[in-house]
């Protein structure tokens, strides 16, 4: 049986090493690669660290990850603002220095108190520095690119947590505390290792100073961004500007031809109009755009999705089917082939909001479906129960894929270019508040009521992927 690489896995790694060439991305791919290695390590060891060696019980565990959620809740929307005022590339040295150090503190974690804050500081740093690295990739691509970048990115994720896992692997073997905390400070170290790339950033991927100039106004959301818009309506922008400005929240458009689609298009333009005007305070808060406030709303109902993998499906293939298992690490295989091999082809044309819309629309159907098919699961022997659960993975990982995509190019397109930071950390706390509510909604529906549940939980996912797509596809319309 021949080794040789199949073509889709050449083409995979074609589209990978493609990437290398652009400098920006580059130096995110080789960042990203060997940092989240360490976050693999991590993810393997992390739950049972904190019960077989520092000795907490499940609940306290639950209540630490909730806390962790918390914390990144509010982090995501701070840093978002900070990046539209403060060095992005700062930030995510920053923040990523944080985090390393922060996972070489869970080794002198002994108690629930000492584990707490360990692990709420890592929810901030974390969320710190996806807040910052969405920022910049939202000034240093435009249209298809971001999309593409984000895609590339999270297949590299996907393959350095696969590696990192292994590793952790080998301190679940051995069994120590010792193993435990060696492959922990290890997982530190690695992830203080990419900051060796990240300092390669060039200084375009940052603000431009103009954003911070009026004071508060181009950093702060809140109170701060109702203080900016009094401003705009005092009328510190002249007619034309706000005619440029209102043809701009409001524009457009289908993009075929691989460029940017029209609304980013004349939202750019309208950012170019403040600029020549004068203007003291750059774009639009997120918190007074009505359609991205829903994008995110529904993103985060969606995002839930993510507890179903996590949580709902491990606990549901123990205790409630027939099903081996070790099942749970085969899903997990299963489902990071699916992201690495047809993330980026089935990202592209997303920044298009109409193909947004589209894909968002068949991942709500795939993710109703999955589960369904998770549900039916229990009422079997084993071969039924594995296949059930095979099946429903690959629909839930398809729909997992076809989500992101879907987010990424709405959450891109619909921002306002001079706040790109403002708006995607908005973005991202829907991803925190879903990782914080999950697991709750899992063990509420499916692991409680079982099929009632499961199907409970595909409306919930049907209902809001379907408003996805009726966001995407109405903010295309001419």
Request: hydrophobic residues 55%; aromatic residues 6%.
């Given at each position: 049986?021949?080794?040789?690489?199949?073509?889709?896995?050449?083409?995979?790694?074609?589209?990978?090493?493609?990437?290398?060439?652009?400098?920006?991305?580059?130096?995110?791919?080789?960042?990203?690669?060997?940092?989240?290695?360490?976050?693999?390590?991590?993810?393997?060891?992390?739950?049972?660290?904190?019960?077989?060696?520092?000795?907490?019980?499940?609940?306290?565990?639950?209540?630490?990850?909730?806390?962790?959620?918390?914390?990144?809740?509010?982090?995501?929307?701070?840093?978002?603002?900070?990046?539209?005022?403060?060095?992005?590339?700062?930030?995510?040295?920053?923040?990523?220095?944080?985090?390393?150090?922060?996972?070489?503190?869970?080794?002198?974690?002994?108690?629930?108190?000492?584990?707490?804050?360990?692990?709420?500081?890592?929810?901030?740093?974390?969320?710190?520095?996806?807040?910052?690295?969405?920022?910049?990739?939202?000034?240093?691509?435009?249209?298809?690119?971001?999309?593409?970048?984000?895609?590339?990115?999270?297949?590299?994720?996907?393959?350095?947590?696969?590696?990192?896992?292994?590793?952790?692997?080998?301190?679940?073997?051995?069994?120590?505390?010792?193993?435990?905390?060696?492959?922990?400070?290890?997982?530190?170290?690695?992830?203080?290792?990419?900051?060796?790339?990240?300092?390669?950033?060039?200084?375009?991927?940052?603000?431009?100073?103009?954003?911070?100039?009026?004071?508060?106004?181009?950093?702060?959301?809140?109170?701060?961004?109702?203080?900016?818009?009094?401003?705009?309506?005092?009328?510190?922008?002249?007619?034309?500007?706000?005619?440029?400005?209102?043809?701009?929240?409001?524009?457009?458009?289908?993009?075929?031809?691989?460029?940017?689609?029209?609304?980013?298009?004349?939202?750019?333009?309208?950012?170019?109009?403040?600029?020549?005007?004068?203007?003291?305070?750059?774009?639009?808060?997120?918190?007074?755009?009505?359609?991205?406030?829903?994008?995110?709303?529904?993103?985060?109902?969606f995002g839930m999705q993510f507890g179903v993998g996590e949580v709902a499906v491990p606990l549901w293939i123990a205790h409630d089917t027939a099903a081996?298992?070790?099942?749970?690490?085969?899903?997990?295989?299963?489902?990071?082939?699916?992201?690495?091999?047809?993330?980026?082809?089935?990202?592209?044309?997303?920044?298009?909001?109409?193909?947004?819309?589209?894909?968002?629309?068949?991942?709500?159907?795939?993710?109703?479906?999955?589960?369904?098919?998770?549900?039916?699961?229990?009422?079997?022997?084993?071969?039924?129960?594995?296949?059930?659960?095979?099946?429903?993975?690959?629909?839930?990982?398809?729909?997992?894929?076809?989500?992101?995509?879907?987010?990424?190019?709405?959450?891109?397109?619909?921002?306002?270019?001079?706040?790109?930071?403002?708006?995607?950390?908005?973005?991202?706390?829907?991803?925190?508040?879903?990782?914080?509510?999950?697991?709750?909604?899992?063990?509420?529906?499916?692991?409680?009521?079982?099929?009632?549940?499961?199907?409970?939980?595909?409306?919930?996912?049907?209902?809001?992927?379907?408003?996805?797509?009726?966001?995407?596809?109405?903010?295309?319309?001419?």
């Amino acid at each position: 049986m021949s080794g040789a690489p199949t073509p889709r896995t050449r083409n995979l790694i074609g589209r990978i090493s493609a990437s290398i060439a652009d400098p920006v991305l580059r130096v995110l791919v080789l960042a990203t690669a060997i940092s989240r290695t360490g976050r693999g390590v991590f993810l393997t060891v992390t739950v049972l660290y904190f019960t077989l060696v520092v000795g907490l019980t499940a609940g306290e565990v639950a209540l630490i990850l909730a806390a962790t959620s918390a914390a990144g809740l509010v982090t995501s929307v701070l840093a978002g603002q900070a990046a539209d005022r403060f060095s992005a590339r700062r930030m995510l040295i920053g923040f990523t220095a944080a985090s390393g150090i922060g996972l070489i503190g869970y080794v002198f974690a002994g108690d629930f108190v000492s584990a707490l804050i360990v692990a709420v500081f890592l929810g901030v740093t974390d969320q710190g520095s996806n807040s910052a690295r969405m920022a910049i990739i939202a000034r240093a691509f435009d249209g298809p690119e971001r999309v593409n970048a984000r895609a590339i990115l999270r297949t590299v994720t996907n393959l350095a947590i696969a590696i990192g896992s292994g590793a952790g692997a080998i301190a679940l073997a051995v069994g120590t505390g010792e193993a435990y905390r060696i492959a922990l400070a290890g997982a530190g170290v690695v992830f203080l290792a990419g900051i060796t790339q990240l300092v390669r950033l060039p200084a375009r991927v940052d603000a431009p100073r103009a954003a911070g100039a009026g004071g508060g106004a181009a950093g702060d959301g809140g109170a701060a961004g109702d203080g900016a818009d009094a401003v705009d309506d005092a009328g510190a922008r002249d007619d034309g500007v706000d005619a440029a400005v209102d043809a701009a929240d409001s524009a457009d458009g289908d993009d075929t031809a691989g460029t940017a689609s029209p609304a980013s298009t004349a939202r750019a333009a309208g950012a170019a109009a403040r600029q020549r005007a004068g203007a003291s305070t750059p774009g639009r808060s997120p918190w007074r755009d009505p359609r991205y406030l829903l994008l995110t709303l529904l993103s985060a109902v969606f995002g839930m999705q993510f507890g179903v993998g996590e949580v709902a499906v491990p606990l549901w293939i123990a205790h409630d089917t027939a099903a081996p298992e070790v099942l749970v690490s085969a899903v997990l295989i299963l489902n990071t082939i699916v992201v690495i091999v047809f993330q980026v082809p089935l990202s592209r044309g997303t920044h298009d909001l109409r193909v947004a819309g589209r894909v968002s629309g068949i991942a709500a159907v795939l993710m109703g479906v999955a589960c369904l098919v998770y549900a039916i699961a229990a009422d079997g022997p084993v071969w039924w129960a594995v296949a059930c659960i095979v099946a429903g993975a690959l629909a839930h990982g398809f729909a997992e894929v076809l989500s992101q995509a879907g987010g990424w190019g709405m959450s891109f397109e619909l921002a306002d270019p001079e706040r790109p930071g403002a708006y995607q950390g908005v973005f991202s706390m829907g991803y925190s508040l879903a990782s914080l509510a999950s697991p709750l909604l899992v063990n509420a529906t499916a692991l409680s009521m079982g099929f009632a549940g499961w199907a409970l939980l595909a409306a919930i996912f049907l209902v809001s992927g379907l408003g996805l797509a009726a966001v995407g596809i109405r903010a295309a319309r001419p």
